[in-house]
């Protein structure tokens, strides 16, 4: 049975605000830790209406505070935006903060548009340095080293745990070359999954960090009480594809009755292949598509994005989602 985690989005909706889905994130992560879940993340996006957790590392203080127990990161940072020491800086403080609750997963995506990439003051060619640039983040969260003239203060010797995040094959063959944990975002780019999963278990290195391979999968699951008020609920998340693709970035929207009445067959197409790897239903459907996903991956953790519009129905699903592992 693999762990279960959570990849909360931070959902600006149509009725709450930026705080409010800061605030959401942190009560859920209070609810998670009841539940059992391992981890709670959120991920760096940028010009985004819908979206609150643009400044990653104080979302992730504020989630930590109002925990006790769960682990909180960055599912991830797009490192190719930043320097490495400035990141080592902000997660070092946060471990700093939160001994030994702190993730940083690393992806090497913009996380945002062209236009947006020039305000960040970076480049699209910025992502072929994410190698190089996850070595020397690794190092400066390593031990201190003598003559080092350089250091991330105050995050060296916190060895704050990396992960590499991705959708292709090339995240999977950088986690195993350098012996770290790896993340496949299957709950919203699942083509490669087997076999980027696949890749890394093959070619895998132990490091310092982790002896043997260790995947997790990402997958959106969405529970209620039954099948027709889970397939409801996941509207919400089917029209926030259709506005991907669209080019629109508008708040998060209140589910409505038929999906069809929103999206274009074209638009329909595109988004079900986006979210072929969707479990959603009651306690039963959900329990019997986890099974059939583990036994199909073999991950050692699930990673689930329950975008669920209100929040006390999203806390529902993730409690109905747990109890279907006991």
Known sequence: MPLLSILDLVRVTQDADARTAMDNARDLAAHAENWDYNRIWIAEHHNMAGIASAATSLVIAHIAAGSKKIRVGAGGIMLPNHSPIVIAEQFGTLERLFPGRIDLGLGRAPGTDQITIRALRTTAEASERFPQDVMELQAFLG???????????????????????????????????????????????????????????????????????????????????????????????????????????????????????????????????????????????????????????????????????????????????ASTQN
């Open 143 to 321: 031990p201190l080293q003598p003559g080092q003239r350089v250091q991330a203060v105050p995050a060296a010797g916190t060895n704050v745990p990396l992960w590499i995040l991705g959708s292709s094959h090339f995240g999977a063959m950088l986690a195993a070359e350098l012996g770290l944990p790896y993340a496949f975002a299957s709950h919203f780019a699942p083509a490669h999954l087997m076999s980027a999963l696949q890749i890394y278990r093959s070619r895998f290195k132990p490091s310092d960090q982790l002896a043997k391979p260790y995947a997790m999968v990402g997958v959106n699951i969405i529970a209620a009480d039954t099948d027709a008020e889970a397939e409801r609920l996941a509207t919400t998340q089917k029209m926030s594809f259709a506005n991907l693709l669209r080019g629109t970035r508008m708040l998060s929207q209140p589910p409505i009755d038929d999906i069809d009445t929103y999206w274009s067959a074209s638009e329909k197409a595109q988004a079900q292949n986006m979210l072929a790897r969707s479990i959603v239903g009651s306690p039963d459907t959900v329990r019997t598509g986890i099974a059939a996903l583990t036994a199909e991956t073999g991950a050692d953790e699930l990673i689930i994005v329950s975008d669920v519009y209100d929040h006390k129905a999203r806390l529902r699903s993730f409690e109905l989602i």
